[in-house]
């Protein structure tokens, strides 16, 4: 066992510039997976790290045990956090969300609280694509601090495949992705990702992702054939185990992952106010740009 989390330490976590996609149904322990992957690189990267939050489970309470946080809020939002233990957090107020990718702190976990405030569909592809533009624009600018890790559970939701996205617009964004996320991770920029269904996300784009770690269920295509002959092992992992793929497609023994506290019973997290479309509208990217 050593020798498997020996040889992920060295040749993914202590090496910047990677992608890996942690696949397996809902329940399977993704989420549990991502807290493990951070602890991870916590001790072993110098990484900048950002965290997507989802908001599903109050998951800033669990990353609030790991390392200082940076919250990163949609200016007139906000995210209040009560608990019994002391937290140290840090609010960063985001007035244009082209910038969202300047304002990281390279000492605190970074965590970008958006999906909670956003309930209509259309504004959740615009703001996709926001985002995901102007990381790769400033990236291409040498304007981010790296290496820099991208935490971001369920990744379908960024680049679906066809019939996967809420909108054929959200399709379409996820060319963005496609087109640019080799040369995300030539720049010292990575994702850490999940999905519950390797086919959920754009071909193009789940690809480009050289490690691959397996939970209970997860179930590959054709387009990797020597993944899929073992999807009946995958079928019987259970919660707090999981396979790791190596990049030369090499697999390991069964691993078993420890269990992180559910942000849940630390605490809870309240989210203050909708995002409106305004909010989008504020600035364009050349805006920002000309005054760069
Ligand atoms: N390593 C583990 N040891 C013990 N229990 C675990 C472990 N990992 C996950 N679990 C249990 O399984 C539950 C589901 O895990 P998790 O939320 O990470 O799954 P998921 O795949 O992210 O699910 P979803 O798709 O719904 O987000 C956890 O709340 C926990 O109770
Ligand atoms: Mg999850």
């Known amino acids: 066992m050593e020798g498997w989390i020996g040889r992920f330490t060295k040749e993914f ?37 950002v965290w997507f939050d989802s908001g599903k489970s109050s998951e800033i309470l669990t990353l609030s045990t790991m390392k200082e946080l940076n919250l ?33 702190d390279e000492n605190r976990i970074n965590v970008i609280t958006i ?64 087109l640019n996320i080799e040369r995300l991770r030539s720049l010292k920029i990575r994702f850490v990702a999940t999905t519950q269904g390797w086919t959920k996300i754009k071909k193009g784009v789940r690809d480009c992702f050289n490690w691959i770690i397996c939970r209970r269920g997860a179930s590959f295509s054709s387009d990797q054939p020597k ?9 019987k992992l259970k919660t707090d185990e999981c396979i790791i793929v190596y990049p030369t497609k090499l697999f390991s023994d069964i691993i078993k992952l420890p269990r992180y506290d559910d942000g849940e019973s630390l605490g809870r997290v309240r989210y203050k106010g909708v995002f409106e479309h305004s909010l989008l509208e504020e600035e364009s990217l050349n805006g920002v740009k000309s005054r760069g």
């Open 72 to 104: 990163l809020i949609p200016e007139g939002l906000d995210v209040e956090i009560e608990s019994e233990r002391e937290i140290d957090v840090s609010k960063t107020y985001i007035g244009d969300l082209n910038e969202i990718w300047m304002r990281l």
């Open 115 to 178: 999906w909670s405030f956003i309930l209509d569909p259309v504004i959740f592809t615009e703001v996709v694509a926001k985002i995901f533009t102007s990381l790769i624009r400033y990236a291409h600018e040498y304007r981010i601090k790296t290496p820099l890790t991208i935490f971001y559970d369920e990744f379908h939701t960024v680049a679906p495949a066809r019939g996967h996205g809420l909108s054929e617009k959200h399709y379409r964004y996820g060319s963005v992705v496609q």
């Open 13 to 49: 976590l202590k090496r910047s510039g990677e992608h890996l996609i942690e696949v397996g149904i809902t329940g399977s322990g993704k989420t549990q997976g991502l807290y493990w992957i951070l602890e991870g690189l916590i001790h072993h990267s110098k990484d900048t790290i």
């Open 227 to 235: 993944l899929q002959r073992f999807n009946p092992l995958f079928e």
